[in-house]
Structures are given as C-alpha cells and as structure tokens.
C-alpha cells in the first residue's frame, strides 16, 4: 500500500490558500498519534531548557544561542508548530524532496516566516558541527539505510548539550507488517519496519551520544486509535481519491473514539508498542 501518493493528492487540495494549509496541519495535530508524541516531548523540552540555550530573542544559528533543525521536514508541519512556539529562533528545515521544500518555502514566504530557511538536502551528507540546540526526525530514519552515517551527523550538528528528538517505527509491527501474516509495510518506502529499543540505543550510543532515553508508542489504545484515525481512511482512499468526500462523515463516527485512544496512549506507560519516541543529548563535557 502506497502512502505518499494519498498524502499528494491532500496536499494540493490543502495547498489552495495560506489558511486552508494552516487548517491541515490543525487536522494533522488532532489525527495523527506521532503529533501528539512528538509535540509533547517538544514542549517538556522547551519548558525545561533555559531561554538562551533555547534561543531568546535575536537568537539564530550564528548566535550564541544556537539554532533548530527539522531533519526531514515534509509537509513543514512541525516547522510551523516550533516557528510558533520560539518565534525569535532561527531554523534550518531540509528534506531530500525537491517538491516539498518548494512548497514549503512559498507557503512560509507568504505567511511572513523570514526565521526559517527551507533547503533540499540529504541526511546522510549533511552536517553543520556545532550549530544546533535541537534536531527533530520525525519518522525519517526507517526510510534510510545508512542510518548510523546520519546519526553521527547528527551528532556532530548539535551543539554540546543539545538534543535529538527522533519519532520512528518500532519492530513490533510499526510499519503495519506482521499483521495477518503481511509480507509488506503498510508504508511500503520504508527500508526497515523499526527499530528495537537495544538496537536504537547501541546505534546512537555509536555515534557518540552517551545519555539516551527511549520509550514505546503506540501501545494497544494508539494502535487502536491509530487505525480508527489513520490506516482504515488511506486504504479508502487508495481504493478510489473520490472518497475522500464522505471521509467527514466517518470521523464524525470514529474521531471521537480514536482522540480518546490517542489521549490514553499519550499518557500511559507502555511495555511494548509499535512505535519509538527517542532523545539522545550531546554530553556537555564531550563535544
């Protein structure tokens, strides 16, 4: 099952004005679990780094203060959640796709966005030493096969004490594969189905950061959620792009049942799940 091409087709239908991409991202914050996840961690980070290491005002990647990268950017979705939520820091957004990141710096130009700077990269070249508070990946790294190279450019961008947030697939089916005896990820352009919880540590631990935190997503209630909200409407779609008007009467239904899956799932602790949500820190007294 083929996800990209749904997400394009949604996303030139979105792209018609400033405001109804804007509403994207708000239906991107309320159905996709990940959002939730990434955003939480996001903000615990924000309220727990002191202002100038954050980047206070003036701040940007020559300062100081340092500087945001959102390493794999897509959509910009989390670009403009972090552009909003430190207005005055300065942050680099790159992605491998040419399309994305032109369409991302014309919706940002034309909201007034001049702190963020949209640029066609690779992950596993791209490396600017000591320069960022924090990286965000949200699921990139099951696309990348040479994941290590990229962690250790990771690494090597962060300033010391900066950290890495990574949100990706677990190996407990976070691809949509060992299900039903599936052969193939429901994202079928991931080079790996996930991560294990030993495997991502020894990874990172490799690259050169020493302090690491890494817990499941996506525990019974998400995965639940997850498919209420997510996986039962694209294989709608896959099925016919037509259907994607009557989509508003099936969240009718199940939006409710599938935002209270999501709010158990962000809340609990759990032992096992198909999702990873990862930080790793570059030690201060290591750079």
């Known amino acids: 099952m083929q996800y990209d091409p749904v997400k394009r087709s949604i996303g030139v ?19 996709l679990l990940r959002t939730w996840h990434v955003k939480k961690a996001l903000r615990h980070w924000y309220k727990t780094t002191p202002l100038p290491f954050r980047g206070g005002a003036g701040g940007g990647v020559d300062s100081p203060a340092g500087g ?9 979705q989390y670009t403009y959640f972090l552009s909003r939520l430190m207005p005055a820091t300065q942050i680099d957004a790159i992605d491998v796709k040419e399309e994305q990141i032109a369409d991302c710096t014309r919706f940002f130009t034309r909201i007034g966005k001049q702190n963020i700077h949209f640029t066609v990269a690779d992950l596993t070249t791209f490396c600017k030493p000591d320069t960022y508070n924090l990286i965000l990946s949200v699921d990139v790294m099951e696309h990348i ?29 976070g691809s949509g594969v060992h299900e039903q005896g599936q052969e193939d990820s429901f994202i079928d352009e991931h080079v790996r ?56 009467l099936y969240y009718l239904v199940f939006f409710p049942i599938s ?20 930080k790793a820190w570059r030690s201060i007294s290591n750079p």
């Open 259 to 278: 935002s209270i899956c999501n709010a158990l799932d962000l809340w609990l602790k759990h032992k096992t799940g198909t999702g990873l949500i990862v």
């Open 193 to 248: 189905d996930g991560y294990g919880t030993d495997e991502i540590r020894k990874k990172l631990g490799r690259a050169g950061f020493d302090r690491i935190d890494v817990h499941y997503t996506y525990g019974k209630p998400g995965n639940l959620g997850w498919k209420l909200s997510m996986k039962f409407p694209i294989r709608i779609l896959n099925f016919n792009r037509i259907l994607f008007f009557i989509l508003p």
């Open 13 to 31: 239908f979105f792209n018609a004005s400033p405001w109804l991409r804007i509403l994207f991202y708000r239906l991107l914050d309320l159905l």
């Open 68 to 76: 945001i990268l959102d390493a794999g950017s897509g959509f910009g």
């Open 145 to 173: 096969l040479e994941d290590e190279l990229v962690f250790r450019n990771f690494y090597n961008s962060l300033k010391p004490g900066g950290m890495l947030l990574i949100s990706t697939p677990s190996d407990r089916g």
